[in-house]
């Protein structure tokens, strides 16, 4: 596989993570192992690719925790409480899963906007043009 279709498939399996939830996942592996082999070999550019999908991945990643957290943190005070009524807590819920929805979009929006840029473009999106 060329050092030029590596990154084109990462951020396919990036932007197909609103369907299915574990390519995002995959794709982080696979940018993570391919980074480390551009490195040994020396290609830079590849290397600054990989290195931007990882960090990509690793922003979305935090904000999924944070909704993740909100809604974990929400479920062990309605079972505390036993939800009472105007409690708040089934609207805070929302806010959880509003994070994570939005989180989702954005992300599979920018890799998107990436995955056409790497097709279309003669240089890596991580790169500089000349």
């Not at 990462?10 to 980074?35: H, K, N």
């Not at 082999?37 to 590849?46: I, L, P, S, T, W």
């Not at 909100?70 to 105007?86: K, R, T």
């Not at 609207?91 to 790497?118: D, E, H, K, N």
Request: proline fraction near 4%; include cysteine; charged fraction near 10%.
């Amino acid at each position: 596989m060329s050092s030029n279709t590596k990154p084109v498939l990462v951020w396919a399996l990036y932007s197909a993570g609103i369907a299915a939830v574990l390519t995002p996942f995959i794709g982080a592996a696979l940018a993570f192992f391919w980074r480390r082999g551009a490195r040994a070999n020396g290609d830079a550019e590849a290397a600054a690719e990989h290195s931007h999908q990882l960090r990509t991945f690793g922003h979305a990643a935090k904000a999924w925790s944070a909704a993740l957290a909100i809604m974990a943190c929400v479920l062990l005070m309605d079972i505390q409480m036993g939800n009472p009524v105007g409690s708040g807590v089934p609207s805070l819920f929302m806010v959880g899963i509003g994070l994570a929805l939005l989180t989702q979009i954005v992300f599979t929006l920018y890799c998107l906007f990436f995955l056409f840029r790497s097709v279309f473009a003669k240089t890596p999106s991580g790169a500089a043009a000349a």
